[in-house]
């Protein structure tokens, strides 16, 4: 089935360690993003890829950074987790119509 | 700053009311608008857009919304709600030129009575 593949779904981590959050689409989309969701704060934008090879920051990257490994794969990297990473990441790509797929989502607690 | 309000944290309807959810936008010029649902632990699924045109744009599931320049806003509706309409609803925008980023609101909780 053609859309965007995230794993893992669930991952506990300890404060300080380090994990990577990987995300594929098979639509051969250009734009791929990573997003945060919270409770009362909808998604906010951690970092996006308009195309293989760039990558910009969103609303709120610090934490994180991000790799576009080709067209298909963009991968979310937490080096050192914090409690206030706890959240739901979801990965999107979109066409240029502009319109969105979503993945569906990485529980993450940090504790 | 650009931005997205939903100004209902939480809407409580009986099965079979219409339903109205509140979308403001505040934008230099008209943006792309959407409309997601989110079903409890789901992703977000697209129920309808707007990009131009016609200012009343039908969707998925009997939902619709309305365009209004005027008042920066893309209320969405549903003449008459089903259990299943239970979920978060996320209004969000795409500036038309410059970077496609999808900017949410914080999201409306409908909560649907029998």
């Known amino acids: 089935n053609a859309g965007v593949t995230q794993t893992p779904k669930f991952q506990v981590l300890k404060t300080g360690q380090s994990m990577t959050l990987q995300c594929a689409q098979d639509?051969?989309?250009?734009?791929m993003y990573w997003y945060r969701q919270d409770p009362g704060m909808g998604l906010r934008l951690i970092y996006y890829?308009?195309?293989?090879?760039?990558?910009d920051k969103g609303e709120v990257p610090n934490g994180y950074n991000v790799s576009r490994l080709n067209k298909r794969e963009f991968s979310l990297r937490l080096e050192s987790a914090a409690p206030s990473q706890t959240s739901v990441y979801f990965c999107a790509s979109s066409d240029p119509t502009p319109r969105s797929t979503f993945g569906s989502g990485t529980r993450l607690t940090v504790v | 700053a650009q931005s997205v309000t939903q100004p209902d944290i939480h809407i409580t309807v009986s099965e079979g009311a219409s339903l109205e959810l509140r979308c403001n936008y505040s934008y230099g010029a008209t943006p792309y608008l959407f409309w997601y649902v989110q079903s409890p632990g789901q992703g977000l699924q697209l129920l309808l857009k707007?990009?131009?045109?016609?200012?009343l744009v039908q969707g998925i599931k009997g939902f619709e919304a309305e365009f209004k320049r005027s008042q920066s806003s893309f209320n969405l509706r549903k003449p008459s709600v089903h259990w299943s309409d239970a979920a978060e609803y996320f209004c969000?925008?795409?500036?038309?030129?410059?970077?496609?980023?999808?900017?949410f609101g914080q999201g409306t909780r409908l909560t649907i009575n029998p």
């Open positions: 639509m051969n989309h250009n734009s």
């Open positions: 707007y990009f131009s045109g016609d200012t």
């Open positions: 890829s308009a195309s293989e090879g760039t990558t």
């Open positions: 969000a925008v795409v500036r038309v030129q410059g970077a496609q980023k999808l900017v």
